[in-house]
Nanobody, 126 residues
């Protein structure tokens, strides 16, 4: 099977930095866009940043100039470098893949769409 495993969350002071990672594991054939979303308490989940397989990126206005998304396609990993963090960035951050193709245990090609990681908590507080 396949999994999206996030890491890098934690507690940081305002103005600080964190780097989130999300690695897709399994017998992966290809991945389309990879992205990061976040959900703060009492709020809806929102897009933070997304990167296509070709490297095109898109960011929420609230994080432009502070966050940078990147990916290592050879490692099936997406990163989110977060700088100048603010208390309003506090949320659970989720990794998302819009379309992932992989081999299952029977060597059949399978596809997962709109696939989510388990989330990692980011808390920005003094």
């Amino acid at each position: 099977q396949v999994q999206l495993v996030e890491s890098g969350g934690g507690l940081v002071q305002p103005g600080g930095s964190l780097r989130l990672s999300c690695a897709a594991s399994g017998r992966i054939i290809s991945i389309n866009a990879m992205g990061w979303y976040r959900q703060a308490p009492g709020k809806q989940r929102e897009l933070v940043a997304v990167i296509t397989s070709g490297g095109s990126t898109n960011y929420a206005d609230s994080v432009k100039g502070r966050f940078t998304i990147s990916r290592d396609s050879t490692e099936n990993t997406v990163y989110l470098q977060m700088n100048s963090l603010k208390p309003e960035d506090t949320a659970v951050y989720y990794c998302n893949v819009d379309r992932l193709r992989y081999y299952n245990e029977y060597n059949n090609v399978r596809t997962k769409t709109d696939y989510w990681g388990q989330g990692t908590q980011v808390t920005v507080s003094s």
